[in-house]
């Protein structure tokens, strides 16, 4: 896993930081499990997507999961 190579992990965290401060939201795709979450959330990313946040689904899948998700929030 490239996130346990302390290069790899000074990297995104300096690349993360460049973005921040330029004021740029920041999404970081192949989020796959905990570990690799808890990296990316240690490094101040805003967004985050990948097989542990949620699977793939078809468009239909989606829509209704984003219905259900706007009921709950009213």
């Known amino acids: 896993c490239a996130l346990r190579q302390l290069s790899s992990r000074q ?7 460049a973005f921040s401060r ?10 796959e499990n905990l ?7 240690e490094m101040d990313c ?4 990948g097989y542990y946040c949620g699977k793939p689904m078809k468009g239909e899948e989606f829509l209704k999961l984003l219905k259900e998700s706007r009921k709950r929030t009213e």
């Open 35 to 41: 570990e690799a979450l808890k990296v990316f959330d």
């Open 11 to 17: 990297f995104l965290d300096n690349l993360i930081g």
């Open 46 to 49: 805003d967004i985050y997507q």
């Open 22 to 31: 330029l004021g740029v939201k920041v999404c970081l795709e192949g989020v």
